[in-house]
């Protein structure tokens, strides 16, 4: 039996991955991060945008700071976020924006002088100050109050996760490529580790940790169309969901971008509505200020692809072999624009549509986008059900997304998250000691083994990729962007059938060693049961709130809804997960539960709320004095780790 | 309009010849095989290569992931020009006959799959692919405004910063396939990110070290397989260059 | 105790320390490339001066002997193109030997590169080894020709020069040669101006076009000039032997 000890063993070399290892790191700890793939090509390096930080040194950002951001998470999650985690993450996020500064991000500065943008179909002059000249600049995004999305161009999350992966090279972490988790290893609710199967060689070994954690991205390819990397395929939910004791939160919580091309499914940056790019349907008319009067293409997501599927509904689609879709047109922000900072995006065009989005339109459709939900953890990033074991970045439900995330707030969250949890991470790893049985760790990769010697022995059964093709199919027809009753209990029962059959797989090819057929019948079985939490728990959610749309309960129920879904596996043999519900306290809100601004709000109020806001109101008036920073203390004191602790600096503001 | 969504050539059959080759297995000989699928609108080489392992060939080993060009996983020999699978359209194959081999130069994993992350993380090392702060400098508190750049100066960073390490540039080196202590334009372009980074205090002597010998920057023979089978255009042949007469002047 | 600190300091700045050695190879390659180039096309437009007559070339060939500091303006100093040969022999083998450290090194090497090659069919990569073979080539017949010079710089001028050509059957030398030092010479000539960026300019790879159709026009123009001047020596050569002038000095004005 071959085992690789460390104090910190982090799967996934993602950006919250990695940035949590090198804070264990930096702690003093040993590290290692194991990953499908060579880290940088994880599937951080596809988010094109911008990350959010409230740094308020753009002219059209001036007056953003730690409460706005905040706010605007808050309504972008349709009150379903955690309000805790979603303040320390506004407070720090400016914090991971100018460390990343520092470790080589070359972010797009501020330029002084007169510019001309495009806002609301129009050009308008901005003017940026001598003072913030060289300072880091910021775009719009949808949802956000102010200019709050920084970049570097719209190759982002490129940049970061360079920065990130040369940062942990030169701390000299280990990263093991090309390996995967197959299970946690745990006993007496707490985690120890994994068994990792090399996917060159085929050797399994258990990777044996004070602290484990699960960094491994969404769940994006449950579904047929997918702006997803072929990878974010819900493992790391999946192996927690296996440990039968720790639960996945909000599974339902499922984004859909508004512009991924068609056909192909690529993402297209909301920085192209966010500089100025405009939706456009069959008659080339742009439709979204007739919904949304005020955001107009800038409300947040879920409802900017709500509105485009209704209109699509109207007719007013564009007819293609793959369904209608609509036009996406970035002509008027002019070629240079589009050349400098939506590069990638002109790129995408050429190579897969053959077109040059300068003076032609690119053919765009809602297509899967992000998952919300993910490893239900405490804010310190722990899971409730098992000591030691973590999660960050999409692969968790921290949950300051609720159940919508706001553009620029994801990759924003891989850092900043990684930034605290990593902290909590080295402080366990302090506290604590590995006391696993050896005994207990053979069994577990035993127990591996031996499923994959039964999996190879099987001579006929069922074909994996005909199984995942139907529960892609699944998902996507019937737990989409419009959910109905009628449809999610189909995809209930057709999936608990396919969950049944998935037991029989059977495969051609027996090579213990790289063998993608092998691969891909391991984790199917996984993915469908975390295609069961999903659809479960829409089923179950009788509301619509955020990107969860239901047809047949439009409002936004917070006297019945306002809560988190659990989801567990609580036996191996259990056809399909069991749901639990942990309510969110609304006497704790910093910001009780109001409407988004946008969108259609049918809100039915939970009695607490109006409790709350008068108790919010009278705390205010009870402290005329207090400045802001003071208020929120009052209101929704947080713990933050203390190297994270600290006003942020602004220009020609400072401390304020 | 011109929207061509890929033009329609539904129905024409393409070849796939593929090398097939899987060094795990004892025994195992390098073949090529050909695979006959039906093109479909918009077919690129990882929805062909997908639908061979779906119907033909489960074992067929090949690495995608983000399958839009900008994560570097896909790079391979597409009829004798290294590039990205993921993006290589089929249509833009007048005789429907496609021949895919693994990168050259680096270690083969099976099929067309090769272990570009090992040799990206040697040179990542080898090179120090890092902000080096001064030596004694004080950690920036992270609660102060960030240290100013020039804005044109930070587009330029990103200009180089651009590089998905995807191989191609390796591969298509005639220098790096004869030598396999050559750096190769990907780490060139590294050099030269940093080179020009204002916030990485390394010194001319510093980079010569790195560079300055028939590893490095000395033994390019200017063979401009990288300038011109790079997927992302980054402007090695000005870049080397440029380092070429930066490090002949720390050097004489 | 204060030598071994010396001696610890010198081992640790040994360590340090790069040579500076690759950096003046690299770039003594490349000037001494450039003094070869420049030197053939210009050697190549003296020698096909024959192509205005015999007196035209007599004339260069007495200028290049700096025949103007003579009392009679008429011979010249024939060790003046002696020593250049000398001199050029001398670039010469310090270029192929700074060049050969290119060289695939072993048979292993070369085999990598002709399967790049035939893999890539790539025109740059092409033409490196086009420089390989044609360096190769030259480092022989290039060899015995700067030797000739070096020895019978005296056996320089319109007729004795035929005669080399025809009678003494030196004309398939020079055919090879030519061709290898243009090829070489242009090609070096372009990679050169890639390898070092100096017309880069604004767009570079608009250079780079532009630097390669010169490139082509080059090997043109001297191939053509260098053939044309070959057969016209080759045609004195015939000449010589029909009129039984093998070995004779021609005389300025002589046929003019």
Known sequence: MKIVYSDVLVIGGGLSGLRAAVASSKRGHSTVVISLVPAKRSHSAAAQGGMQASLAAASASRGDNEDVHFSDTIKGSDWGADQDVARMFANTAPKAIRELATWGVPWSRIKAGEREVVVNAKKVTITEEKQAEGLITSRNFGGTKKWRTCFTADGTGHTMLYAMDNKAIELGIDIHERKEALALIHSDGICNGAVVRDLITGELTAYVAKATVVATGGYGRLYKISTNAIICEGMGAAIALETGVTPLGNMEAVQFHPTAIVPAGILTTEGCRGDGGLLLDKDHYRFMPDYEPDKKELASRDVVSRRMTEHIRKGKGVPSPYGDHLWLDIRLLGKEHIDKNLREVKEICQYFLGIDPVTDLIPVQPTQHYSMGGVRTKPTGETPGLKGLFSVGEASCWDMHGFNRLGGNSVAETVVAGMIVGEYIADYCDDNSVDIKTSIVNDFIEREQAKIEKLCARDSGENVYDLKETMQNIMMDKVGIFRTEEDLVAAVSELTELHQRAKNIAIKTKTRSSNPELVEAMRVPRMIKIALCTAMGAQARKESRGAHAREDYPERNDKEWLKRTLAYWKNEDDPTPTLEYEDLDIMRMEMPPGSRGYGKDLTIHHPDTEKRVAEVEKLKEANPDVNRHELSELLNPIDLPERLRGLNERVGIGYE | ?252 | MASTAEGMKSLLEDRVVKSKWPARLDLAQSLSGLGLGLFMWTHLILVSSILFGKDAMLAITHVMEASFLTPDEAGGYTLIPALTAVGVFGLFIVHACLAMRKFPSDWKAHKTFRSQMAMMNHSDTNGWYTQVVTGFIMFFLGSVHLYIMATQADKIGPQLSADRMWTYGMWPLYLILLFAVEMHGAIGMYRLAIKWGVFDGKDPRATRKRLKVLKTLVTVFFLSLGLASLAAYVKIGIENVENNRVGERYVAGQEG
């Open chain 2, 1 to 252: 309009m011109s929207q061509s969504n890929g033009t329609a050539q539904k129905g024409r059959t393409l070849k796939f010849h593929i090398l097939r080759f899987d060094p795990q297995l004892k025994g195992d000989k390098p073949r090529m095989e050909t695979f006959e699928i039906e093109e479909q609108d918009s077919m690129t080489i990882f929805i062909g290569l997908n639908e061979i392992r779906k119907k033909y060939d489960a074992s067929l080993q090949f690495d995608f992931v983000c399958r839009a060009g900008i994560c570097g996983s896909c790079g391979m020999v597409i009829n004798g020009r290294p590039d990205l699978a993921c993006r290589t359209l089929t249509n833009t194959f007048p005789d429907g006959e496609i021949t895919l081999l693994p990168l050259p130069a680096f270690e083969l994993i099976g099929d067309l799959s090769v272990d570009t992350g090992k040799f990206m993380r040697n040179m990542s090392e080898r090179m120090e692919n890092w902000i080096h702060e001064e030596p004694d400098a004080e950690p920036r508190k992270l609660t102060v405004l960030e240290e100013k750049m020039d804005p044109d100066v930070a587009t330029e960073i990103y200009e180089l910063d651009r590089c998905i390490e995807c191989g191609c540039c390796v591969s298509a080196c005639g220098t790096a396939r004869m030598r396999k202590d050559f750096l190769g334009a990907v780490g060139f372009m590294h050099v030269a990110r940093f080179e020009m980074d204002p916030r990485d205090k390394r010194t001319d002597e510093d980079w010569y070290d790195l560079i300055g010998d028939d590893d490095g920057v000395f033994g390019c023979m200017s063979l401009m397989g990288c300038e011109d089978n790079c997927p992302k255009d980054l402007p090695h042949q000005n870049r080397i260059a440029y380092l070429r007469r930066k490090m002949v002047s720390a050097g004489t």
